[in-house]
């Protein structure tokens, strides 16, 4: 099995080729194709670390979408002294479809 370990948006995800993976936005349109920075590659039993090697290898992935998060509700609160603030927040993600590992 084929798989890698890519920095996608702050965070780190396994993907494998046809992995659906969610990401923080990232720029471009749907149906265009973006690049993810290996961080480590299992092809079978050889696992590649070393940044040398990482250079060579381009994980490319499909967008699909772009959509929103679910709604964070923040609230503040502070007792005896009338203080109370509520802010929302939603998180714009990008839905990508892993096409290669090469």
Do not use: C
């Amino acid at each position: 099995m084929v798989y890698a370990i890519v920095r996608a948006g702050g965070r780190q995800e396994k993907v494998s080729v046809g992995d659906f993976v969610t990401l923080n936005r990232v720029p471009g349109g749907a149906g265009s194709t973006i690049e993810l920075p290996a961080l480590l590659l299992v092809d079978g039993e050889k696992i590649t670390s070393a940044p040398q090697d990482l250079a060579k290898v381009k994980v490319s992935a499909e967008i699909l979408e772009d959509l929103r998060g679910k709604k964070v509700v923040i609230q503040k609160y502070k007792n005896k002294t009338g203080y109370k603030k509520r802010q929302g927040h939603r998180q714009e993600l990008t839905k990508v479809k892993v096409t290669d590992i090469a």
